[in-house]
């Protein structure tokens, strides 16, 4: 009995330390965001600010036009996920359902796009949307983020199609249901949860993403969240700190949200995916 | 209508059947052709067309047509000593992050598995750095590291262990500092998979094991082990590519700085195409880049294959 108990307290101690390590530098974030710029600017910092302010948040939005990368974020991120999901849904299904040269290949593709070196692609995606009249507008980064997160939500999806199992799909067929009507009025309630999991996802990484926004716009007023965040930072490294914690934090808000409802559905769907491929 | 879907049904109750062409039947290509020409025309072809543009002398905003150099791009790069100076700390990098990682999320994914107390927090807690954008993620380390409002030369201050220093613009410290931070923003997802294989592991086993008088670290090295594998090692090689991969971070960490010594492949190819607008060589950075990671991941995944006696 007794070595159980060193275990336990060895567990425990464990996971404080992990919970140390995981939180500090989220408390220190929010912590300068409600620290006054005199009290940032002392050689003491402490982790409760000794004069709660909200100055920074109202700086924040007067330095940096915050609202307006919010909305071009909204966008470009609720946009990707529609269209992400509505054209990956039927994809999954005929990967789920059918085995042929094609769908082989769409697989294949999902594995390997996930070694692509963005800087491989990049390159060419600045020079293709380019001819395509798509450079520096909202509408090609949502495209581009469209396919971007089309891996992972063929590799969710094609798990939740294969969790609906096929006999349901037949007896729809005896009853006389076409195929569309089938898929339209039988498959997809039984998805709704599934899909809607991977639109959100779909939301999340696209409303993070910095690296195709940074080099697809260029245009002041079209750019999105993350990039308006980094012009916090100035030329030689130098930032105010209290607007750049108080937007930062501020920024990272909807992910939470979205991340907190979907959580459960998105780490079960990785497993049920990665167990069935 | 339903004559059709009644002659069809044969092939849909036998999903695994091989179909007569590359669809079974043509309705399917209605249902995937608005995936597939946005995956062709958006990452298929740009994905090519950027291994073709390697053997140009593409760049930006030039009038005169693109030649093509066969290949004087990888000449030049074999003798780009910045490069390969950038490329070995993006190889130092991948591995420092990708190394504690795994170890640091297999010990958190087992102590979730186990019934512990506080285990919704470190569950919510875990999933935080997933859910938060890479420069969100890399402005808060800033926060960190601050050599005079960050916590970190704070403390050490208090315990008294000197003054601390600059560490993102120490030379010596600038890489460790942004390999920490690396470290953090990855752990959710390892742990996130670990934690969905451990689940996976047959308790009963355990159990049995444990009745056996086996202690914890047999019963991991013969149960959950073996196990957890193929999880493991499909995590590591995924977190490989992407740490070897990753940009944001860093550039928002340090911009490669100080000195270039944290100047990651990514970073380097970055300025190399939009800064200096030098396209056709970027891309060959590219491709050297994806041959040296498909070999290494090739020999590491051959490696750990052949070492193991199951699976």
Redesign the interface.
């Known amino acids: 009995m007794r070595t159980r108990t060193g275990?336990r307290i060895g567990?425990?101690a464990?996971?404080?330390a992990?919970?140390v390590?995981?939180?500090?530098?989220?408390l220190?974030?929010l912590s300068?965001a409600f620290k006054s710029p005199r009290e940032?600017?002392s050689?003491?910092?402490t982790?409760i600010p000794r004069h709660p302010t909200l100055d920074n948040f109202r700086q924040a939005f007067d330095e940096q036009p915050l609202l307006h990368a919010a909305l071009n974020s909204l966008l470009a991120a609720a946009g990707a996920a529609v269209i992400a999901v509505?054209?990956?849904t039927?994809?999954a299904?005929?990967i789920?359902?059918?085995?042929?040269?094609?769908?082989r290949a769409?697989t294949g593709?999902v594995v390997v796009?996930?070694?692509?070196?963005?800087?491989?692609?990049?390159?060419?995606?600045f020079?293709?949307l380019k001819n395509l009249r798509l450079i520096d507008s909202l509408f090609g980064l949502t495209?581009?983020y469209?396919?971007w997160a089309?891996p992972f939500a063929?590799w969710m999806l094609v798990g939740y199609v294969r969790a609906v199992p096929?006999e349901v799909?037949?007896a729809a067929?005896v009853d006389?249901?076409?195929?569309l009507r089938?898929l339209v009025s039988v498959v997809a309630p039984l998805l709704a949860p599934g899909i809607t999991a991977t639109g959100l996802f779909a939301f999340?990484t696209a409303?993070?993403?910095?690296?195709f926004a940074l080099?697809l716009l260029k245009t002041a007023e079209k750019q999105t969240?993350?990039?308006v965040?980094?012009h916090?930072?100035g030329a030689e490294?130098v930032?105010d700190?209290g607007p750049?914690?108080a937007a930062?934090?501020l920024?990272?808000l909807p992910?939470?949200v979205?991340?907190?409802v979907i959580?459960r559905r998105i780490?079960g769907g990785?497993?049920t995916g990665?167990?069935k491929n | 209508?339903?004559l059709?879907?009644?002659t069809?049904?044969p092939a849909?109750?036998a999903?695994?059947?091989?179909?007569e062409?590359?669809?079974?039947d043509r309705?399917?290509w209605?249902?995937?052709l608005?995936?597939?020409i946005?995956?062709l025309?958006?990452?298929?072809?740009?994905?090519l067309?950027?291994?073709l543009?390697a053997f140009t002398d593409s760049q930006s905003g030039r009038t005169q047509a693109t030649r093509w150099i066969g290949g004087l791009n990888f000449q030049d790069l074999l003798h780009d000593t910045l490069f390969w100076e950038s490329f070995r700390i993006g190889l130092v990098w991948a591995v420092g992050v990708t190394v504690p990682q795994f170890l640091?999320a297999l010990?958190?994914a087992l102590?979730l598995d186990?019934d512990?107390?506080?285990?919704w927090?470190?569950r919510?807690?875990?999933?935080?750095?997933?859910?938060?954008?890479?420069?969100?993620v890399g402005?808060?380390?800033?926060?960190?590291y601050?050599p005079?409002?960050?916590?970190l030369n704070?403390t050490l201050?208090d315990l008294g262990l000197g003054d601390g220093r600059d560490w993102l613009?120490g030379l010596g410290s600038a890489l460790p500092a942004v390999i920490v931070v690396g470290v953090?923003a990855g752990?959710p997802q390892t742990t996130?998979?670990l934690?969905?294989g451990l689940q996976?592991t047959p308790r009963e086993l355990h159990e049995a094991a444990a009745v056996d008088g086996a202690g914890?670290w047999r019963r991991f090295r013969t149960v959950t082990w073996p196990a957890l594998r193929p999880?493991a090692l499909?995590i590591t090689a995924?977190n490989l590519?992407?740490n070897?991969?990753s940009?944001?971070l860093v550039?928002?960490l340090t911009?490669g700085g100080p000195g270039g010594r944290t100047r990651l492949?990514?970073l380097f190819?970055?300025e190399e195409?939009?800064r200096y607008g030098q396209?056709g060589y970027?891309?060959a950075?590219?491709?050297v880049?994806?041959a040296v990671?498909?070999v290494l991941?090739a020999l590491f995944l051959a490696g750990r294959l052949r070492g193991g006696d199951d699976t």
Not at chain 1, 96 to 103: E, K, M, N, V
Not at chain 1, 207 to 211: A, I, L, T, V, Y
């Open positions: 275990t567990q425990y464990a996971l404080l992990y919970l390590f995981l939180a500090f530098p989220l220190w974030l300068t940032l600017g050689l003491h910092p982790w509505l054209i990956a039927p994809l299904y005929v789920a359902r059918r085995r042929t040269p094609l769908t769409a593709w796009s996930q070694a692509f070196p963005l800087v491989l692609v990049i390159i060419p995606l020079l293709v495209l581009v469209v396919v089309l063929l096929a799909e037949e067929a006389g249901a076409g195929r089938t999340v409303w993070n993403e910095f690296f080099v969240l993350p990039v965040l980094t916090f930072i490294g930032a700190l750049l914690a930062a934090f920024a990272t992910s939470l979205v991340f907190a959580q780490t990785m497993l990665a167990v | 209508m339903t059709a879907s009644a069809r049904r849909r109750s999903p695994r059947a091989a179909g062409g590359p669809l079974a309705g399917a209605f249902l995937v608005p995936a597939l946005p995956i025309v958006l990452s298929v072809g740009p994905l067309y950027g291994i543009l640091l010990g958190l102590l186990e512990l107390k506080l285990r927090l470190a919510a807690l875990a999933i935080v750095p997933w859910a938060m954008p890479e420069v969100v402005i808060m380390w800033r926060l960190v601050n005079d409002a960050g916590v704070e201050r613009s953090w752990l996130v998979a934690l969905a996976n914890a999880v499909a995924l590519i992407w070897f991969n940009f944001a550039y928002v911009g492949p990514m190819a970055y195409a939009f396209f970027a891309a950075m590219g491709c880049m994806v990671i498909s991941l």
